[in-house]
């Protein structure tokens, strides 16, 4: 069975520290993404990456960094985390293979409170 | 970039009634994805139409793609309280390599 996995489910961080939120994925998959989700916006994706090493950004990227080192893993990271990163991060992977456009596979997401 | 508009964004019917969720957009898409979300949890696929698709259809759902107009809809019929969640379409294509454009979603409610 396809499974996305994020590190935390909860987390509490306070104003000014980094941020760390890992996702793993189980199904071999090139591309993975990173949204957050807030009210009235909808998602909107952070970052995303095609391959091991490669990055791009996406909608709204400042003041996030990303980092993957191998295949099944993306890292979010909020350098100097402020309030109003507080949201639901949600992590995703796709394949690459017959199109670029496939469907996207989900993680449970991490609610983020920054106090 | 461009983003689905979906409609209507809240919905509340009975269980058993059909429920029809709009989503409309802007520029030329390579497919059109319908995503469900159970309150605070994460997405699950639940149909992709191609381009070149008019009607697709799968268990109680059936998505249609109407090109011209630019809009597809999600029917889900007979529908149960367990189908009470929030539903997104996404955007695939254009420029953007893989990505997808979410629409901001339809809240819906199935009342027993």
């Known amino acids: 069975d396809v499974k996305v996995t994020q590190s935390s489910r909860y987390l509490v961080k306070r104003t000014g520290e980094k941020v760390f939120l890992e996702c793993v994925q189980d199904?071999?998959?090139?591309?993975m993404f990173w949204y957050r989700q807030d009210p009235g916006l909808g998602l909107r994706l952070i970052y995303f990456?095609?391959?091991?090493?490669?990055?791009e950004k996406g909608d709204i990227p400042e003041g996030y960094s990303v980092s993957r080192e191998k295949k099944e893993r993306f890292s979010l990271i909020l350098e100097s985390a402020s309030t109003n990163q507080t949201s639901m991060y949600l992590c995703?992977?796709?394949?690459?293979?017959?199109?670029?456009?496939?469907?996207?596979?989900f993680g449970p997401g991490t609610r983020l409170t920054v106090t | 970039s461009q983003q689905g508009e979906e409609d209507p964004q809240a919905l509340s019917i009975q269980e058993g009634e059909n429920a029809t969720m709009n989503c409309s957009y802007k520029?030329?898409?390579?497919?059109l994805q319908w995503y469900r979300q159970n309150s605070g949890r994460g997405l699950v696929h639940l149909i992709l139409?191609?381009?070149?698709?008019r009607e697709k259809h799968s268990g109680r759902l059936r998505v249609t793609l109407d090109t011209s107009k630019k809009s597809s809809s999600l029917l889900i019929t007979a529908s149960r309280a367990a189908d009470t969640a929030s539903y997104f379409c996404?955007?695939?294509?254009?420029?953007?390599?893989?990505?997808?454009?979410f629409g901001q979603g339809t809240i819906l409610t199935v009342h027993p």
């Open positions: 995703a992977s796709s394949s690459s293979s017959g199109s670029i456009y496939r469907e996207q596979y």
């Open positions: 199904m071999d998959h090139e591309n």
């Open positions: 990456s095609y391959d091991v090493k490669m990055k």
């Open positions: 520029t030329s898409i390579n497919n």
């Open positions: 139409i191609r381009s070149n698709e």
């Open positions: 996404a955007l695939a294509g254009g420029t953007s390599y893989g990505k997808l454009t």
